[in-house]
């Protein structure tokens, strides 16, 4: 939006601070607080301490992390494989095709994510194929609820690109493949690489479907974060959460980096 008078962008500074602030900015500023607290004092944690950010850095905490890690570049990759490909696909079905196959791509979206887990679950359950019990089953579900995602991304910027320069590569004696790798893709770079962000991004938070998925073995970190403040340990929980969101901000910095260079290129 723009204003052009100094008093209407004030006005639009003191509206985005008055609704920034209390919404966003101060649960996570509370959360931040309590995670170097040891007790509440009045409306506010108090007792200042480290120890929790020690404990989260190790043993459990630091195995979770991992997990969510490990678990959120394997969804991502897979998602945008899969997605990338559909959206190629249906670029090339035309009109109707393409409108199937972004409603079947959006029913996961559709539906709450716990829906997800069950139906996963349920079908994963049973020979011939078994992986309920194994890391597998959430990460199947991570990727089912992010491929979405990744197919919409990628096929918005299918849409804006400009078939010129694929018509002239072609023109010039060039192979479909070599359109597609050389051409196509490299022009899509941008596009994916915020993909993964996105995608990254939402499995490392995903909760709902996986405590009804994970094993023992494989705990993901807002796994732990929801048992430790269930537990009444909310010091902790604040702190594996601001563990959880620091680590997905600089993944997501560093797609971004690449995003960037790959917009200049």
């Not at 559909?86 to 079947?104: E, I, M, T």
């Not at 019990?133 to 990744?150: D, E, K, N, S, Y």
Request: contains cysteine; hydrophobic residues 55%; glycine residues 6%.
């Amino acid at each position: 939006m723009l204003v052009h008078s100094r008093t209407g962008r004030r006005a639009v500074w003191a509206v985005f601070a008055v609704l920034f602030v209390p919404l966003f900015a101060l649960p996570l500023l509370v959360i931040l607080t309590a995670s170097f607290a040891t007790h509440w004092s009045g409306a506010l944690p108090s007792g200042p301490t480290t120890a929790h950010y020690a404990a989260a850095v190790r043993g459990e905490s630091l195995r979770a992390l991992t997990t969510s890690l490990v678990t959120a570049v394997t969804a991502s990759l897979v998602a945008l494989t899969v997605g990338t490909w559909a959206a190629l696909a249906g670029a090339a079905l035309g009109r109707k095709g393409r409108k199937v196959l972004d409603a079947l791509f959006m029913l996961p979206v559709a539906v709450p994510s716990v829906v997800v887990g069950l139906a996963v679950l349920v079908a994963f359950s049973q020979p011939p194929v078994l992986l309920n019990g194994t890391r597998w089953i959430v990460l199947l579900a991570h990727t089912v609820l992010v491929t979405a995602f990744a197919h919409q991304s990628v096929s918005a910027a299918i849409r804006r690109l400009d078939p010129m320069y694929e018509q002239a590569a072609a023109s010039l004696g060039a192979r479909p493949s070599y359109v597609l790798f050389r051409v196509r893709l490299p022009l899509l770079l941008p596009s994916l690489t915020a993909a993964a962000g996105l995608c990254f991004a939402l499995s490392m938070g995903e909760l709902s479907a996986t405590m009804m998925l994970y094993p023992p073995d494989w705990v993901p970190l807002p796994v732990l974060v929801f048992t430790s403040t269930d537990r009444g340990s909310l010091f902790t929980g604040s702190a594996l959460a601001v563990v959880l969101m620091t680590a997905t901000l600089l993944a997501l910095l560093a797609v971004s980096r690449v995003r960037t260079r790959a917009s200049y290129r």
